[in-house]
């Protein structure tokens, strides 16, 4: 079995990345929406700079968290099922 430690650390990662995703589900349109409202009617009063082509950050910064999620979760799996084997124990 991995040490108390490692446990500790792969279910801290978890649950922080999952609470993160569940954050940013709940409140962040609420949070990035009038960031990028304000942001396009001030690049847009000028047209200068399409801001609704820039919008590609937020589906970004989604992925990077769902790419996360997969890759604790299987390093959370690889660390409960370490085993350390010791042959001559008694």
């Given amino acids: ?3 108390t430690l490692e446990m500790f650390l792969g279910v ?11 954050l940013m589900f709940f409140i962040g349109n609420v949070v990035i929406a009038p ?3 304000w942001a396009g009617h001030m690049v847009n009063s000028s047209s ?29 799996f690889v660390i409960t099922g370490r085993r350390t084997v010791v042959d001559d124990l008694y």
């Fill in 1 to 3: 079995m991995a040490s």
């Fill in 12 to 22: 801290t990662a978890l649950i922080v990345n999952t609470f993160v995703m569940i």
């Fill in 35 to 37: 960031i990028v409202n």
């Fill in 48 to 76: 200068s700079i399409p801001m609704w082509d820039m919008t590609y950050i937020i589906p970004a910064i989604w992925g990077l968290l769902i790419a996360f999620e997969v890759v604790i979760i299987i390093a959370f």
